[in-house]
């Protein structure tokens, strides 16, 4: 983000700080005056999925990918998005999972790729989609599977559902999606 970009976001929240502590303006109390500046550098960080060239994180290797034809799942990949309703925090984990067909990526890459879209404002649904359609655009794989277990604290700390609940969304392709067997085996490695 660039520094006017910055700027803009500090004078709004500055404002909005203003009003949810019913002030008429003026300076803020101590502990809240670098709050503007850092919260817009936080801001930058929790949308900065926006910057992100998926073409480059997915970049495939062929090399040791010939003959592997199994699943590959990385379980468990920590994801921390914004609901685009309420710009409120999406928490959990992610299970990723592809059946290669001649490329493969490094491991460490289906996390990032999970940041890249996670790092928007986000619906858990178009979130899930996102990444299982980039894995299969790239990869070209026989399958992909992706699982998203995530809470939701515009709706735990408003009530409208209950606390510690988890909301599932499954994005599935090629044998993952067709195959029952296939598809039995993702769902219990990323249950
Ligand atoms: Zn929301």
Known sequence: MEKHQLELIELAIKDTLHVIQKQEGGKLREGL?????????????WFSGYGADIADILKVFEDGADNYDQMVVVKDIPIYSHCEHHIAPIFGTATIAYIPNGKIVGLSKLSRLADAFARRLQVQERLTTQIADALQEHLEPLGVGVLIRARHMCMESRGICQQGHHTITTALHGVIKDEPETRAEFMSLAN
């Open 33 to 45: 005056q670098e709050t503007p500046k850092r919260y817009a550098k936080a801001m930058a960080h």
